[in-house]
């Protein structure tokens, strides 16, 4: 009986150290990205099935990303070694935002250093939905690291599991999962019953991610002058205190990496959301919005890494044997 030669496991490890490579190499482009023309899709999709109803929602969550995830497991079946690593390695950067993170982060640090407090309220809705109008630096600063924290989760190390996990259906099926949560799943009198699938989809995929967001920061946090040991102790003690099951764990690891203090009265729009101090340092600056990106840059390096172990770890596994009758 002839025996099928198992699939080579190189080509997803070395497709997702690519990606998260050509992420710090090539910028999003402005126009015509994956990402952005899979929104538009969608949001024609939930003009046409909106509904108030929570089943309404979870159908509207399965046709929009059943698509995607069926797709990335037909390339990937039909692909050979070094057209599967090319494939992943281009989902991988597609999908995973560490490099244009940081260069928001980074223009807002730019402007709250040299004074320009219009400016940096002006950048700062590129990185979070907070209403800036009425933040002073040190709440710019505070909402910037903040981001950075809970987007090196679910824009950096999120994706790269599942990509470890399932390869490209893994990459694409989160990304869309992910997407879903923005468009739909936040709190508003239109979504909240036909985004509570989308949101719940959203907790369900980051929940590992985010944890593991967590000791990986603690393990950089000398990157940035920064203990492990004090990071870690403040993401197991502040990190269920944040209103989302996963954020918490980000952000409470990046404030005791940074010795700094986030949480606090947060506006969006006309809601007010008072949350739970995390860490106990002082409250962050312009200066501590460039320690914040050092660190995520750190954690995607090391996510990157894993990743591709991991991969490389779960292609390897021997077959199981046909049981003998």
């Known amino acids: 009986m002839t025996r099928t030669r198992p699939a080579p496991a190189w080509p997803a490890a070395l497709g997702l150290l690519a990606g998260a490579a050509l992420d710090h190499v090539f910028p999003d482009p402005e126009r015509g990205h994956p990402v952005a023309l899979f929104g538009r899709a969608a949001g024609a999709l939930e003009r046409r099935m909106h509904a108030a109803s929570r089943a309404r929602g979870a159908a ?27 494939l992943t390695g281009a989902a991988t950067w597609t999908v995973v935002g560490g490099a244009m993170l940081g260069r928001e982060a980074g223009l807002v640090a730019d402007a709250l250093e040299a004074g320009d407090l219009a400016a ?3 950048r700062l809705p590129h990185l979070c939905g907070r209403d800036p109008a009425a933040l002073d630096e040190k709440g710019i600063a505070r909402a910037t690291v903040e981001s950075v924290a ?6 950096v190390v999120a994706p790269l599991v599942w990509g470890a996990l399932l390869g490209l259906p893994g990459l694409l099926g ?3 999962a992910n997407t879903l949560d923005a468009m739909v799943g936040h709190r508003s009198p239109r979504h909240e019953r036909f985004g509570w699938a989308a949101a719940r989809l959203d907790d369900v995929v980051n929940w590992a991610p985010a944890r593991l967001t967590a000791v990986l920061t603690a393990a950089a946090a000398p990157v940035v002058g920064g203990s492990p ?18 954020a918490g764990q980000a952000e409470a690891a990046f404030a005791g990496a940074l010795d700094v203090r986030l949480g606090g009265t947060n506006v969006y729009g006309m809601r007010v959301e008072h949350r739970p101090e995390l860490g106990e340092g002082r409250g962050p600056g312009a200066g501590d919005i460039r320690r914040a ?5 750190a954690v995607h390096a090391a996510a990157a890494l894993l990743a591709a ?7 390897s596994r021997p077959a199981p044997r046909p049981a003998r009758g």
């Open 60 to 86: 509207y969550v399965l046709c929009a990303a059943a698509p995607v995830v069926l797709a990335g497991a037909a390339l990937q079946h039909r692909a050979g070694p070094w057209r599967r690593a090319l």
């Open 120 to 122: 940096a309220r002006r």
């Open 150 to 155: 809970e987007n090196t989760s679910d824009a």
């Open 174 to 176: 989160y990304r869309a």
């Open 229 to 246: 040991l004090r990071a870690w102790r403040t993401a197991r003690r502040d990190g269920h205190r944040h209103p989302s099951p996963n």
């Open 293 to 297: 990106v050092r660190l995520s840059r």
């Open 309 to 315: 172990a991991g991969s490389w770890a779960l292609a």
